[in-house]
């Protein structure tokens, strides 16, 4: 009884279980299955919200590429400073429409140039000279550049034109190569180039081009012999060179060390550009900044005085403008460049560490860099010969009650001043090697002003 009895509570617990078991996996699946509606909205939702946030990012970037691109936009549009625009227009590598103050000169070679190549004349050489600074090879650029934009627009003939610096040769006689390079001669080198350029412009042809040659700082290519300078304006002679030459020289005097076959050689037309002066060292100025009322004319004038009694470099003078108003742009206060800045500009670009090594040099090596400048100021030369340099040292000392050094001595002394790159000596024998400053007179200048008995000196 008790059996049967538990074997009824076992049915009904059972049935109790599957019944149960049924309402669970109803449950269950219904539970599953709105899960998976919640999972399939809740993906939706999900995948709408990344799909708004991509949206969003992209908007996002799409304006910070758009604003990036404003600001550039903006930075490029927005105007220059008076300052800015003032630094811009003195710095050296500004090329002006035109250059003030040199209009005689000009017209002198305009007329020469344009009367060789329209009438291809044999024999027509120029030279120019002058010290450095004052507009030479500005000036003769500007007007190969005007003959050859005539020639593309006008009916004016065509020309080649070649520019060599002689500074930048490794050895006078590396000329011809260059010149052989510019011609597009072919299968030339250093030592074919000459005996190639002379069999050139001694052919004869009916389509052979004409050529305008410039030799820049010529005096660098004076040797004992003088072949390449007798060449160069040797060829301009020859029948069918269709060759016209234009040399420009640092020394004033440079004809006078020239050879008797070479002065033969040369043409009659001679300019010279005198040193800048104080009105017209101002009037480059100005007309670099026309339009920018920047500079006070105390300002402007300090520095064109100071420049002009120097050197008359219209190069520095720009220079010292430009360093003087960087100077007062860093000052906010000062809306126009004042005399204190051109002033502390000067101090600052003639305080080299050239400046330095001068005024730890000894005194007779002191005396020899200021018999030198002597030379170079008084004549207008900056390339004197050793013996010359020798001469005026013996002098300078004499005068002044001090013992010269002897011959040995002395050109130890050059010796000294050439390694510390304070001078140049071309050649090789010593009595009439070359010498020249490798220093801005300025910085001698500087150096010595307040040192006696230097100071008197120069």
Not at 334 to 345: D, N, W
Not at 369 to 380: D, F, G
């Amino acid at each position: 009884m008790e059996f049967k009895g538990s074997l009824v509570t076992i049915d009904r617990t059972l049935s109790e279980y599957n019944r149960g078991k049924s309402n669970s996996d109803f449950s269950t699946s219904s539970t599953s299955s709105q899960d998976t509606d919640s999972d399939s909205d809740s993906y939706q939702q999900k995948s709408s919200s990344q799909s708004e946030i991509e949206t969003q990012s992209s908007d996002s970037n799409s304006d910070s590429e758009f604003v990036k691109k404003k600001n550039e936009q903006t930075n490029l549009e927005k105007p220059l400073s008076h300052f800015q625009l003032a630094l811009k227009q003195l710095q050296l590598s500004s090329k002006p429409e035109s250059l003030p103050c040199r209009e005689t000169e000009r017209k002198q070679i305009l007329d020469f140039l344009t009367n060789a190549i329209l009438k291809k004349k044999e024999g027509r050489s120029l030279y120019i000279s002058g010290m450095p600074g004052t507009g030479k090879t500005a000036t003769v650029q500007e007007i190969i550049t005007e003959l050859q934009n005539k020639g593309k627009k006008e009916n004016f003939p065509k020309f080649r034109f070649v520019g060599i610096n002689s500074a930048k040769l490794r050895s006078p006689n590396h000329l011809y190569h260059e010149i052989a390079n510019e011609l597009e001669i072919k299968r030339c080198n250093v030592s074919n180039s000459c005996k190639l350029l002379d069999q050139r412009f001694k052919r004869k042809s009916q389509n052979k081009e004409f050529i305008v040659l410039l030799i820049d700082e010529v005096d660098m290519l004076i040797t004992r012999t003088q072949g390449v300078l007798y060449n160069i304006f040797n060829w301009p002679r020859l029948q069918n060179s269709n060759l016209v030459v234009v040399t420009i020289s640092n020394t004033m005097d440079l004809p006078e060390k020239f050879l008797p076959k070479v002065r033969s050689r040369m043409g009659m037309l001679l300019i010279s550009f005198m040193p800048y002066t104080r009105q017209q060292i101002q009037t480059i100025v100005q007309s670099r900044i026309e339009g920018l009322k920047i500079f006070s004319p105390d300002a402007l004038e300090l520095c064109a005085r100071k420049v002009s009694a120097v050197s008359g470099d219209a190069r520095r003078a720009l220079e010292i403008c430009q360093r003087a108003v960087e100077i007062a742009s860093k000052r906010g206060k000062s809306l126009k460049v004042q005399m204190s800045h051109v002033q502390q500009a000067t101090n600052e670009l003639l305080s080299s560490n050239y400046v330095n090594i001068i005024k730890s040099l000894s005194f007779h090596e002191k005396m020899l860099l200021v018999s030198l400048l002597k030379v170079a100021r008084k004549y207008s030369i900056l390339v004197v010969e050793f013996s010359q340099l020798l001469q005026i040292y013996n002098q300078v000392c004499s005068l002044n009650s001090y013992k010269p050094l002897p011959f040995d001595l002395i050109s130890k002394v050059c010796y000294r001043l050439v390694s510390s790159k304070l001078i140049i000596s071309y050649g090789r024998n010593a009595l009439y090697q070359s010498i020249s400053l490798n220093v801005d007179s300025e910085d001698v200048m500087f150096a010595l002003e307040k040192e006696k008995p230097f100071n008197t000196l120069i």
